[in-house]
C-alpha cells in the first residue's frame, strides 16, 4: 500500500485512476463471493465505465456460464450499494498474461499425426498448403501412446 500512498501524495492528478482501480477490486472481491471460487477463478473484471461492467472470462464456455449468471450477479451489486453497475457485459480474454502465467505451450505432435499430416502433404497439390502441413508435421516430439 506504499505505492497507493505515493499516487494519492501526487497533487490528485492520479486520484481519478486510483479511485477506478479501487472499484475494480472490490468488484473482483464481489465477484468472488457471489460466484464462488470455482466460476470466479475463470473471470476478471476487465473495466466499468458509464454504468457497465465487463468481465473477461477466460475461454466460451466459462464466458456462456457467466452470462447465465448475469442477472443474479446485477442484483447483488446492486445490493451491494457503492458498485455503479447497471449492466455487465461478459468477453471472452486472455486472463493467464494479465495473472502474470505464461501463456501454455503447444503440446508436439505424436509421430502418427505427424506421419499422417505427411501423407496428406503429399496428396495435395496446392504447393503453399503442402509446405505448410510438412512445418506443422516437424513439430512432432514425443510417439503417441
Not at 475463470?42 to 472470462?57: D, F, K, M, N
Not at 505432435?109 to 503429399?122: F, K, S
Request: hydrophobic share 45%; proline share 5%; charged share 30%.
Amino acid at each position: 500500500m506504499r505505492f497507493a500512498r505515493l499516487l494519492e501524495s501526487r497533487a490528485g492528478r492520479l486520484t481519478p485512476l486510483l479511485e477506478r482501480v479501487r472499484l475494480l477490486q472490490r468488484v473482483e472481491n464481489l465477484l468472488r463471493k457471489i460466484l464462488g471460487a470455482d466460476m470466479a477463478g475463470h473471470c476478471r473484471a476487465g473495466g466499468i465505465a458509464g454504468g457497465r461492467l465487463v468481465l473477461l472470462a477466460d475461454s466460451p464456455v466459462w464466458a456462456t456460464r457467466i452470462r447465465y449468471a448475469v442477472p443474479a450477479l446485477l442484483e447483488q451489486l446492486g445490493d451491494a450499494g457503492d458498485v455503479p453497475v447497471r449492466e455487465i457485459q461478459v468477453r471472452v480474454g486472455r486472463l493467464g498474461i494479465a495473472r502474470g502465467k505464461a501463456p501454455r505451450r503447444a503440446r508436439p505432435l505424436g509421430e502418427e499425426t505427424a506421419r499422417n499430416l505427411r501423407e496428406t502433404a503429399e496428396a495435395v497439390g496446392d504447393e503453399a498448403l503442402r509446405a505448410a502441413l510438412l512445418r506443422l508435421a516437424r513439430r512432432r516430439g514425443r510417439p503417441e501412446s
